[in-house]
C-alpha cells in the first residue's frame, strides 16, 4: 500500500481520494476472503514497513483504519524488493496473490534518473511477478500522462491494471 504524499494530495481529482478507496478496497478483499492470511506492506513517510505479516482479515481491517494520512516519498522500487524478499523466504503457494495499491509516481533513487529509476522499477515487478503469477496494482482514474507511464511501468509483466473509480 503506497501511502506517499502523492496519495492523499489534498484537492480535487481521483488522487485526492486514492488512499482512502485503496484502504477500503483492501478492507472489503479481507472481509471477502476471511480463512485468507494476509501481509500488509506500507509505504508512508519515505520508509516502508510491515504493518502485517500472516494477519487475518480482521488484522487488515483494524490496523488499515489507522492509515490515514498519506506522506513522504514513494520508494516503490524498495518496497517490491522487500515483498520479493519476504516471499523468497517464505515462499509461494499457488493461490498466493498480491494486490498493488499505488497511484505509479514513484520517486527516483538516489543519484538515479528517472528512466534509470523506472528501468528497476519494471526490473523488481518483473522479478515478483516471476515469483508470483497473481498480480494486480490498484490504482486511481489515470490522468494526463498517467495514461501511458502506468501502461509503461507493467508492459511484459502478467501485471493487471485495475482502476479505482
Known amino acids: 500500500m503506497d501511502a506517499s504524499r502523492s496519495t492523499g494530495v489534498i484537492g480535487c481529482g481521483p488522487s485526492a481520494r486514492f488512499l482512502n478507496q485503496a484502504r477500503n478496497a483492501i478492507q472489503t478483499l479481507g472481509a471477502k476472503t476471511f480463512g485468507s492470511r494476509f501481509h500488509v506492506l506500507v509505504l508512508q513517510k519515505g520508509k516502508v514497513s510491515w ?10 481491517r483494524k490496523n488499515l483504519e489507522h492509515l490515514t ?18 516471499i ?22 538516489t ?17 515478483l511477478s516471476e515469483r508470483v503469477r497473481n498480480i494486480a496494482w490498484l490504482h486511481p482514474q489515470l490522468q494526463r500522462g498517467m495514461r501511458q507511464w502506468l501502461p509503461q511501468l507493467v508492459k511484459g509483466t502478467p501485471v493487471r491494471l485495475i482502476a479505482l473509480d
Open 51 to 60: 504493518w502485517i505479516k500472516r494477519g487475518s482479515a480482521q488484522a487488515v
Open 69 to 86: 494520512v498519506a506522506s513522504g516519498k514513494s520508494h516503490l522500487t524498495l518496497a517490491l524488493n522487500q515483498m520479493r524478499n519476504a
Open 88 to 109: 523468497l523466504k517464505q515462499g509461494v503457494l499457488s493461490e498466493d496473490r498480491v494486490l498493488l495499491c499505488s497511484d505509479g509516481m514513484l520517486s527516483p533513487e
Open 111 to 127: 543519484e538515479k534518473t528517472i528512466p534509470e529509476s523506472k528501468k528497476r522499477f519494471r526490473k523488481a515487478l518483473l522479478s
